[in-house]
């Protein structure tokens, strides 16, 4: 799309990641931001063109600069539009019910075993239109963009039927063209065993792995599939086959994994070469090992840790042991109703150990490495995609000491501006 050049200028700090779309970032790496002070970018066609100092960017389009829309970064932040690697966005209905019955003692996992969590998410996005769907979904998008991200991963499985799965995924396509934050889809199907196949949960993956992941797949709905492997919900060894099915049809591996209790998978993530595994709340020392010796990354929600009032993981000694670390708000109606990837920074900071420059690198370069996307998006560099987010403070230390506080100043996606 052809727009007006956008000429950003007098960054204080323009943090470009620059030289890490080949592969994610991991140890000593994920502290060593790269950032240029009294920064410019020069956008065009949706596109960077040139990133550098003010005076360098002067000398090459100060002839140009009528043409351009300027942008006046004195005193702020300039990073990549921040990437959410795992949401559950597309869902009806909110469960405040539940989190008050938790604030009371109930657990999560007894209430989704009585029927509520998951299922009732499911009930209601079964019976919820298209457009009620869209339209609910779309509303948590804004906020989304209103905080600094421009690209979203999405799950289906608040449907477990292939219409409501396959209505999830039409919805995040349609949300994804329409929208200026872009949607990556993962099938997750996989998400729990529907109340009706409770007594013979084998037949449900069955369902799965014959019907659901062929058409998803058929229909080019998704990039990832997805299953919660968990206690009482699904085992490792029904995990691995819903998964080796996905990849089977090219559908590339993730997995909710070890959030509640420790259950092996994490290796079980290495073992399939999982793109990544998420949660990893209890994740073994022998798990992180595997992962970190197979390339597996970690996508930490720490907002979930803390909305269920759990212990978080461990960013810090998966970090130390080479784990290629990403976080995000894991938003959904029951662990963690956040759209805020800044306040998800700042958890990662205080609850995980990690330091405000491993905290921006997992929220924008490894996030897009979780995605598949680095390629693209993730940083700030010559030929990818021009999606930027201007944060009202000096630099990246600031944005997470000055917590709980939405400091987005303008959003930039595909080289318009899109929040100011
Ligand atoms: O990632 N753990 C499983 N799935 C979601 C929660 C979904 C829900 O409670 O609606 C998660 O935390
Ligand atoms: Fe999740």
Known sequence: MKHQPLWIRHASQLVTLAGTSQAPVTGAGMNQLSFIENGSVWLEDGKIVHVGKDEELEAIFGSRRDEARIIDATGKLVTPGLIDPHTHLVHAGSRQNEFNMRLHGATYMEIMNNGGGIHATTSATRVATHDQLFAESKKRLDQFLLHGVTTVEAKSGYGMTLDVELKQLEVAKRLHEEHPVDIVSTFMGAHAVPREYRDHPDDFVELLIREMIPE????????????????????????????????????????????????????????????????????????????????????????????????????????????????????????????????????????????????????????????????????????????ITIFEVPDYMTLQYRYGVNHVHTVIKRGAVVVS
């Open 216 to 387: 998803v797949a058929r229909r080019g709905l998704a990039v990832f599939n997805d299953v919660f492997c968990e206690r009482g919900v699904f085992t490792p060894e029904q995990s691995r086959r819903i998964l080796e099915a996905g990849k089977e049809y090219g559908l590339l591996p993730k997995i909710h994994a070890d959030e509640i209790e420790p259950y092996e998978g994490a290796e079980l993530a290495a073992e399939i070469g999982a793109v990544s595994a998420d949660h990893l709340l209890r994740a073994s020392e022998h798990g992180i090992e595997r992962m970190a010796q197979s390339g597996v990354i970690a996508v930490l929600l720490p907002g979930t840790a803390f909305f269920l009032m759990a212990e978080s993981a461990n960013g810090r000694k998966m970090i130390d042991a080479g784990v290629a670390v990403a976080i995000s708000t894991d938003c959904n109606p029951g662990s963690s109703p956040t759209v805020s990837m800044p306040l998800i920074m700042n958890l990662g900071c205080l609850k995980m150990g990690m330091t405000p420059a491993e905290v921006l690198t997992a929220a924008t370069i490894n996030a897009a490495h979780a995605i598949r996307c680095a390629d693209r998006i993730g940083s700030i560099e010559t030929g990818k995609q021009a999606d």
